[in-house]
């Protein structure tokens, strides 16, 4: 069964709100959670890595003000995207890998679309 | 040199074929190694990791070349149900994800 858990899986807004993604590791704790972000026919890019009690680590070129994460404890993670746009539109995926030199669980995605 | 190559493919067999992916990479402190699958609108899935001596899993069999530094896996006797897009994934503090190999199976 999946170990890790995203949600909403797909989701519609207009521009100019926000959106809230939340990704619970289920049955582990993980200290550390990923959120990627991939376009069609592109591979998944590592936007940031989520740390429990500390601030998020965000790739370069991502907007840190844009991409809210919030590691609020040790099985939940949340990415807000602030003030949608268009562009915006992608599959976003949270994994958390379930202890040291383990391979990642993937939560099952959230389609955003923005109009 | 990107951190991660693979052919994008896509790769047409018929069923029963016998398919080989290859993946290049240019960190050579990469530590660890995975081919993930991912089926199309769907997150990846950890398929096998691969490891300095190889190994197998059933009908897959995955190989690491250090020296020349590329990771390959083999599909013997491919299914309808092996159509994906196959990521090779590096492991060197974070993970580098490939674009993927796309394989479709015909009957």
């Known amino acids: 069964g999946a170990v890790v858990s995203q949600h909403p899986s797909r989701v519609i807004c207009k521009s100019g709100t926000s959106v809230k993604i939340e990704c619970r590791s289920l049955d582990f704790q993980a200290t550390t959670m990923f959120w990627y972000r991939q376009f069609p026919k592109q591979s998944l890019m590592l936007m940031a890595t989520?740390?429990?009690?500390?601030?998020?680590?965000?790739e370069q070129g991502v907007e840190k003000d844009k991409f809210l994460i919030n590691h609020a404890s040790l099985t939940l993670s949340t990415l807000t995207v602030t003030s949608a746009h268009p562009e915006d539109s992608s599959f976003y995926i949270c994994?958390?890998?379930?202890?040291?030199?383990?391979?990642?669980?993937f939560g099952n995605g959230t389609r955003l679309t923005v109009t | 040199r990107k951190e991660v190559e693979q052919d994008p493919g896509p790769f047409n067999v018929p069923e029963g074929a016998t398919v080989a992916f290859n993946c290049t990479y240019s960190?050579?402190?990469?530590?660890?190694f995975f081919w993930y699958r991912q089926d199309c609108r769907k997150e990846p899935k950890l398929l096998m990791s691969?490891?300095?001596s190889g190994n197998e899993d059933g009908r897959f069999t995955a190989q690491l070349n250090r020296a020349s530094q590329y990771i390959s896996l083999l599909i013997r006797d491919s299914k309808l149900s092996d159509s994906a897009t196959y990521l090779c994934?590096?492991?060197?503090?974070?993970?580098?994800f490939g674009q993927g190999t796309e394989l479709s199976v015909k009957p």
């Open positions: 989520s740390n429990e009690g500390s601030k998020a680590t965000y």
């Open positions: 994934v590096l492991s060197g503090g974070k993970l580098i």
């Open positions: 960190n050579s402190a990469s530590q660890s």
């Open positions: 994994s958390a890998p379930q202890g040291s030199n383990s391979p990642l669980h």
């Open positions: 691969v490891y300095s």
